[in-house]
């Protein structure tokens, strides 16, 4: 399709939030049931099975859970619930499920490792995630081939549920993740890039990676509202009614 099309089977659904992987789609529903179509080869629906489903589907493992943050990834997929609860499906090759292995998981599973914690953000990177509980603590673990986990090290995969270190107490109270970088907000205004920064997507005027959370100097104090990471590139919002962009361009897309 070059056009938008409506998908008619969610007509009399509210949907609150939406989602896009390589190959498959989760909505979110006012009433905290996920949907989810698409490719499915690696489980990244969270069905049983490995059959891909080209109209909507009630992920049945995340019923009755109340889910009120969905976050996809090439093929990967995370539920965070009104409890803080973090539930994960899809492909787990590089430990990115948060299970603790690497063993290929069909349907929903529990990231049992965060259990104790309130997490109000679970964000898919390529093939790593980055999740933030209330108190401003978060955690990385899957891939973290270029650092993209923030721990000092580019050791991968990572397949305990790790705190970031030099994030705590730094007031972190929103996560970005790109294919393999990631950015957080902190209370006090300043704005932190890992990982990836092969095309000067951190921002920080050179292109070298960065396995721990370095400052980016231009966004720092500047008040911004929102970031978004993509593959190779970001952009952000601030305050002030302005955006800024950086990494690569050479699709035009900053």
Aim: proline share 3%.
């Amino acid at each position: 399709f070059t056009y938008p099309s409506k998908v008619h089977s969610l007509d009399d659904t509210r949907i609150v939030y939406v989602c896009a992987g390589f190959a498959h789609t989760v909505a979110l529903t006012d009433q905290g049931v996920v949907y989810a179509w698409g490719a499915n080869d690696k489980g990244q629906l969270g069905l049983e099975g490995f059959t891909a489903t080209y109209t909507p589907s009630v992920v049945t493992g995340l019923m009755g859970k109340k889910v009120t943050r969905v976050s996809c990834g090439y093929d990967t997929t995370a539920a965070v619930t009104e409890k803080g609860l973090v539930y994960t499906f899809g492909d787990n090759s590089l430990g990115q499920l948060g299970l603790g292995h690497t063993r290929p998981m069909v349907g929903v599973n529990q990231v049992t490792a965060l259990a104790d914690s309130v997490i109000v953000q679970a964000e898919v990177g390529w093939t790593h995630m980055i999740a933030l509980d209330e108190n401003g603590v978060a955690y990385g673990w899957g891939d973290n081939s270029t650092g993209q986990l923030g721990l000092g090290y580019k050791d991968s995969p990572v397949l305990d549920v790790t705190p970031i270190e030099r994030l705590r107490d730094k007031g972190v109270y929103f996560v970005a993740t790109g294919y393999f970088h990631n950015f957080v907000l902190t209370d006090s205004g300043m704005v932190y890039g890992f990982g990836s920064n092969d095309h000067g997507q951190l921002g920080v005027y050179d292109k070298f990676d960065r396995d721990i959370p370095v400052a980016v100097p231009l966004l720092s104090m500047r008040n911004v509202t929102h970031i978004s990471a993509g593959g190779t590139h970001s952009i952000v919002a601030t305050g002030n009614n302005r955006v800024y962009s950086f990494g690569a361009n050479a699709e035009g897309q900053l």
